[in-house]
């Protein structure tokens, strides 16, 4: 364990010194809820069923965290330490490829959290944030997006070579997805063709998901995000497992 925790150290002090990947997980979904928040506010609407627009934001811009956490913090910190030839040096420690696995999970894990919680501070403290749903489940439904987010971002890691072709795929991918799975925009506004497309968006999934946690959804109603989820996971980490470039 004196490995892994070490190693996550040392990734949260690189990460404070790099500021794009502090920014975009820390503040820039932040500033989205200071910007839209200041626009529409927080009062009650039978449009949103009872709730106001940052009730329904917040939850969205928590699945905007994770998805940047595993488009782009990922996948470039990865292919630069692989173009530096850093990732070999990483073989050689105490534990090997799996306990260096394992630091990376848990400090990307971490740095979400915080992220997201920075988010629903700021959301309570300047709008009155409301939740109804259940804690536990809530936190076991983010987990869940987090870690298939994460396996999506080892996934894509496996493949870059550089840390530009990293940034410009991550950035490729992140911003559709942020327009395209109701993140954004909220999925009631989007147009039949765009709804059509977001099926095939796997951050969808993660806002359908914890939106319907955030105001105590049924569990029968978890059942499709809770596989495409669970089947992003297993399959991102089996190719991972194998593909995996050190």
Do not use: C
Not at 113 to 122: D, E, H, R, Y
């Amino acid at each position: 364990m004196k490995t892994v925790s070490k190693m996550v150290v040392i990734n949260t002090k690189l990460f404070v010194r790099e500021f794009e990947g502090f920014f975009f997980t820390m503040i820039f979904p932040i500033i989205m809820l200071l910007i839209f928040g200041s626009i529409y506010g927080n009062k009650a609407s039978d449009y949103f069923g009872g709730f106001g627009f940052v009730d329904v934001s917040v939850p969205a811009y928590i699945g905007i965290i994770i998805a940047i956490t595993g488009l782009m913090s990922i996948p470039i910190s990865i292919a630069s330490d692989r173009e530096r030839g850093i990732l070999r040096r990483y073989r050689t420690l105490p534990g090997g490829a799996t306990k260096v696995m394992i630091s990376w999970v848990l400090f990307y894990y971490l740095v979400t959290t915080v992220g997201t919680a920075g988010l629903i501070v700021t959301g309570k403290l300047l709008y009155g944030l409301r939740f109804t749903g259940n804690a536990l489940l809530v936190f076991f439904l983010y987990s869940l997006s987090t870690i298939a987010f994460l396996s999506i971002g080892f996934l894509l890691a496996s493949f870059m070579r550089s840390a530009r072709s990293a940034n410009a795929i991550g950035m490729s991918l992140l911003f559709p997805m942020m327009f395209f799975s109701g993140a954004i925009i909220p999925m009631q506004n989007l147009p039949l063709s765009i709804k059509q497309i977001s099926v095939y968006l796997p951050l969808t999934y993660v806002v359908d998901i914890m939106q319907k946690g955030w105001f105590g959804g049924s569990m029968s109603q978890y059942g499709t995000d809770l596989l495409v989820l669970s089947g992003i996971i297993v399959v991102s980490f089996l190719i991972v497992r194998f593909k995996f470039r050190w």
